[in-house]
């Protein structure tokens, strides 16, 4: 799924082309996994405990494996993103069942910390060669092999993990999903994307931004209302008064927030800034992702040398060292050089914060609860991505407009920097003792 979504952004002009869709209509081909993916991941997170975690990820790879085929057949533009939102239904699924198969295979400590570095390393591998494939697919084969690459991967995955995946335990007798409460965080985070989205295409000041950001703060606030008040609630809001549960989500959604918003941001700086070509911007980023698979593999060594709180903060702060420089970054080409070297080493340590994030919300909590645990970490992930890029977009449209694009751009790599170290004094704080 990693691979798919780079190849896919890569690939959006020519997907444009071939399936009838506008300039301003192609943000919908990510748009309409990202509501699907952030919206539902957390009921699906809660079903992977109900139903059984084993039963929701095959269920889930069946869904990605029938909507990948359906999407890289596809001739017109409606079957095209019901497509993709039938693929962000399947992350929704998968993500979360995998993350608590994962948590609940290894025992807190050192081992699950290795199992999610290799994770982290393996999920950033995918973004990265997906980066390098998408110009090759789309050049000498076609970007419907984005999809049908999805096709191999879930029958795979389907002939092996039936045979590898620990069977469900009985299902969990007189049990009842809450409802009212799924339905209500689902259509507060769909809200809140939608919001957000809107906001980097449209404005803040956008009828569309507003109107959702504000629907989304009303539906999570009845959510809130209605977990309280329920008998069987889909998150028992003791979970998020767990500071190690509530800091660790903080912190990966900022961890997500500012890595995308900063790539966002290097991308109009080296193709608009620097003129040049996507082949070689692309190139940069490769640097960036190589940085972030070797991240993940040397963050269980970071946590075991110096704890996960440390080891956070640590991530944070080498982050936003790294990220401070470009701020002051010229308008010449003897910057990519040094560029290369600080995005490498932005990435080592953004992946090192990730996995500290993603083993710090889950640790001290039962079995019975890693499904919501996962659920609650992969929408945090979806809800950074979503909002990094509008913001720091927001900061750019006001630096531009007071002193070009590359003064607009010097603030907004400037805030992302000040929001790196600033994450790193919050994870120290709240999870202090």
Known sequence: MAVDFSVLNVALPVIGRDVGLRTADLQWIATSYALCAAGLTLLFGRFSDLLGRR??????????????????LAQTAVVLLAARAAQGVATAMVTPAALSLLTTGFAEGPARDRALGLNGALMA????????????????????????????????????APRVLPRDQERVKGVRLDLPGALLVTGGLVALVFGATSAGEKGWTATATWTGLVTAGVLLLGFVLVERRAAQPLVALGILRRRQVA????????????????????????????????????A??????VGTVLGGLVAPRVFARTGLRQGIVIGFVVQGLA???????????????????????????????????????????????????????????????????????????????????????????????????????????????
Request: hydrophobic share 60%.
């Open 284 to 289: 940069v980023f490769g640097v960036l992702g």
């Open 125 to 160: 591998g995918g973004f990265t060669s997906g980066a390098m494939l998408g110009g090759l697919l789309t050049d000498t084969l076609s970007w419907r092999w984005a999809f049908f690459l999805n096709v191999v991967v879930a029958v795979a995955v389907l002939a092996v």
């Open 323 to 433: 990220t401070l420089p470009l701020a002051f970054a010229g308008s010449g080409r003897g910057w990519v050089v040094p560029l290369l070297v600080l995005v490498f080493v932005g990435g080592v340590a953004n992946l090192v914060a990730i996995v500290g994030y993603v083993a710090t919300a889950t640790s001290g909590l039962p079995d019975g609860e890693q499904g919501l645990a996962t659920g609650l970490v992969t929408m945090s992930q979806q809800v950074g991505i979503a909002l990094g890029t509008p913001v720091l977009s927001a900061v750019v449209v006001a630096g531009t407009a007071a002193g070009g694009l590359l003064s607009g751009l010097h603030l907004a790599i400037g805030v992302n920097a000040v929001a790196c170290l600033g994450s790193a004094v919050l994870v120290r704080v709240a999870l202090r003792g």
């Open 247 to 282: 800091a660790g989500n903080a912190a990966g959604a900022l961890a997500f927030a500012t890595e995308t918003s900063l790539v966002f941001a290097l991308t109009l700086y080296l193709q608009d800034v620097l003129g040049l070509s996507p082949l070689a911007a692309g």
């Open 55 to 72: 039963r929701v990820f095959l269920l889930g790879m069946v869904l990605l494996g029938v909507s990948s085929l359906v999407g890289g």
